[in-house]
């Protein structure tokens, strides 16, 4: 059984870096992939950056594009995500998720997603 378990959020303020970690148990293969969702308060949960399992083929948002690094931490059952730059609007529940990929792409759509974490929280303020 898939498990997934986000840690590292917090407060910091804006310009501010933070690192999120997503440890994974339960894979059965290195065709997973594993990604990055955000939610604000009221808001939709939107697609943050992804990365096959197999450390290649990153994917990220245009809002986070240059500011946020995301990278399997080899040897260790975990993926990261690093963030630099913070914004106020960079607030939201962070949660990772995983799936077994069929064709090799890294999906944006959450409903894509099989398994999540149960989040994590970052506040961006002054």
């Known amino acids: 059984q898939v498990q997934l378990v986000e840690t590292g959020g917090g407060l910091v303020q804006p310009g501010d870096s933070l690192r999120l970690a997503c440890t994974a148990s339960?894979?059965?293969?290195?065709?997973?992939?594993v990604g990055w969702f955000r939610q604000a308060p009221g808001k939709e949960r939107e697609f943050v950056a992804a990365i096959k399992w197999s450390a290649i083929n990153m994917k990220y948002a245009d809002s986070v594009k240059g500011r946020f690094t995301v990278a399997r931490v080899l040897g260790k059952n975990a993926v990261i995500l690093q963030m630099r730059s913070l914004k106020p609007e960079d607030t939201a529940v962070y949660y990772c998720?995983?799936?077994?990929?069929?064709?090799?792409?890294?999906?944006?759509?959450?409903?894509?997603?099989?398994?999540w974490g149960q989040g994590t929280s970052v506040t961006v303020s002054s």
């Open positions: 998720a995983a799936v077994l990929s069929r064709d090799g792409n890294s999906p944006a759509a959450s409903a894509e997603y099989a398994y």
């Open positions: 339960g894979f059965t293969s290195s065709n997973y992939v």
